[in-house]
Structures are given as structure tokens and as C-alpha cells.
């Protein structure tokens, strides 16, 4: 069946393919984005604008990732560390439960590494990421290698752990560069609730991940605000602004003027990749 010989490819194929998936899903959730947000009313989040080139750079760093993450697979798979079952081995109960078992253990795995990066020794090296004050859709896999190098192994532990379906594998992938996708699209897609509340507010909101980039105070977590919740790791203003952003014709005032922040991202642009001369702002938790 032609779904099962794409799986297989996901899985046999590094580098080329990958970045090929990895676009396609990125402009899929830009299209969506746009399109939701225009139904709904809703403006983007932040009154800046990313400028062009830290758009080319979010690119340049993202393909980078891809090729990690699917390198580092690739080398397990064929040392034998990471394990493959045949397509559909599981079923399609084994499968769902598979896909949901990864996106859970995911979000701890994603929650505690992001913390350990904003500590003093590895704030450098999230820096690439957050350089993205204004994310765009491209920042989703915006990494540092060493970054890069810190998340490639969940899916080996996972598929050492469990031999990985093939389908569930592609799965997971695919909702995990759409969710990273979503986080940064600048756009809040997530449904409100009259008093301006997330409607599900056990889900990680696009407002959420957009204030850990314009502020860096907080919610760490990835697909849900569990472990943020548990850990008292939430913006403060996470609400407020959900609020704003959620609603027609919203958007919440950003620190300075639109031409302010894109000098700002110029000058970040311009500044050297690892001179750490703007991390005042990533706190050290
Ligand atoms: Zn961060
Ligand atoms: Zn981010």
C-alpha cells in the first residue's frame, strides 16, 4: 500500500527526504495558521514583525536539526541500538496508544531538557533559538546542534526501549514538527472561552511558547502546561495575554514600536552567533 512504502522511506531515508517532509508539514501549518486566524478574526500576537533574515536563519538552523534528528535515527536504526517493527505490526490500537505513550513521555523529556538549557552552562547554546524574539513558523527546529544533539536521543531511547512501528513513528514525527510549527506561527489558533480563558487549558497555547520567546519567564513545556502547572514554571502573564490574543481584531502590545523591535532583531542578526551580550533576558531557573 502506497502509505505504508512512505512510512518505510521516513524511516530508510535521512536526509533529503526529511527536509522535504519537514517543509512540507511547516508550510502546511503556515497556510493553516493564516487561514484560521483569518476566519477567526484574529491578528498575530505581536505587533513586530520578524524581519527577513531572521526568517533565512530559522531556516538554516531548522534543516540543520532535521538533519541531526534524522541522522542520529538512522545510525541507531542501523547499529542496531533503535528497533523497527514491520509496518502496522502493532495495529491501529497499538499504534494510537504508541503515538499518545510518545507525545506524553515527550513533553517530560522536552520540559526537563528545556530547563537544563536555560541553566548558566547551556544558555549560549539555547540562544540560537531564542533569538527568534518574534517567532515564525521556521523556528520550530531554529537549534543549536548541541541543542539538536540534546533532543535526538528520545526517539533512540524510545525505539531501544519499544520496537517503534514504522506508522507510529511517522505519526509521532508529524505531530511533533506540527506542534512546534503551531507554537511559533505567531497566530493564536486555540479556541477561547467567554472570559477570554484557553478552552483547554491543559494544552500548551501559540500564546504560551510566543511569550517564553518575547519574555523567556516561563512555560517550558512543549505540547501541554502540565509539567509548567506542577513545577510553577507558568508565565504570569500567560493568561492576560491569551486573552488579548485570542480575541477579534486582538493582539497585545509589544515592548516597544514595530521599527524598535526590528532594529533590535537586526542588531541580533548583526551580533556574533554565541557572544552571549543579549542573554540577559534568559533567566537561569
Ligand atoms: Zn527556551
Ligand atoms: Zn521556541
Known amino acids: 500500500m502506497e502509505w505504508i512504502r512512505v512510512t518505510q522511506l521516513w524511516v530508510d531515508l535521512a536526509a533529503l527526504p526529511s527536509l522535504v517532509r519537514f517543509t512540507m ?3 502546511v501549518v503556515y497556510l493553516v495558521s493564516r487561514g ?18 531572521q526568517i533565512l536563519r530559522e531556516i538554516g538552523w531548522s534543516f540543520c536539526t532535521v538533519l541531526v534528528f534524522s541522522g542520529f535515527l538512522w545510525i541507531a ?7 523497527l517493527t514491520k509496518p502496522g505490526a502493532y495495529g491501529p490500537f497499538g499504534i494510537v496508544v504508541l503515538v499518545v505513550g510518545l507525545i506524553v513521555c515527550h513533553d517530560a523529556y522536552f520540559y526537563w531538557t528545556h530547563r537544563l538549557l536555560h541553566s548558566k552552562p547551556l544558555a549560549t547554546v539555547h540562544w540560537v533559538h531564542h533569538r527568534s524574539r518574534t517567532p515564525t513558523v ?8 548541541v541543542e539538536a544533539m540534546l533532543n535526538a536521543p528520545y526517539l533512540v531511547i524510545a525505539a531501544a526501549i519499544i520496537p517503534l512501528d ?15 510549527a503551531i507554537g511559533h506561527c505567531g497566530r493564536e489558533l486555540y479556541p477561547r472561552r467567554p472570559d477570554g ?27 501541554f502546561t502540565f509539567w509548567d502547572r506542577l513545577m510553577r514554571t507558568e508565565d504570569p502573564l500567560s493568561r492576560e495575554r491569551f486573552a ?3 480575541q477579534r481584531g486582538g493582539r497585545y502590545p509589544t515592548a516597544s514600536t514595530p521599527r ?9 542578526v548583526a551580533s556574533s552567533l554565541d557572544r552571549p551580550a543579549r542573554m540577559d533576558h534568559l533567566p537561569t531557573i
Open 36 to 53: 484560521v486566524s483569518a476566519v477567526l478574526g484574529r491578528n498575530r500576537i505581536q505587533v513586530a514583525r520578524p524581519t527577513h533574515s
Open 25 to 27: 508539514i511547516v508550510g
Open 77 to 83: 536504526i542501523n547499529l542496531g541500538i533503535a528497533r
Open 166 to 180: 514504522p506508522i507510529a513513528l511517522v505519526t509521532f514525527v508529524t505531530i511533533m514538527i506540527s506542534v512546534s
Open 260 to 268: 524598535a523591535r526590528n532594529a533590535e532583531a537586526s542588531a541580533q
Open 138 to 145: 521556521w523556528a520550530a527546529y531554529s537549534l543549536h546542534p
Open 244 to 246: 488579548m490574543s485570542s
Open 197 to 223: 480563558s484557553p478552552r483547554f487549558a491543559w494544552l500548551n497555547t501559540v500564546t504560551n511558547h510566543d511569550l517564553h520567546h518575547e519574555r523567556s519567564r516561563g512555560n517550558f513545556g512543549f505540547y
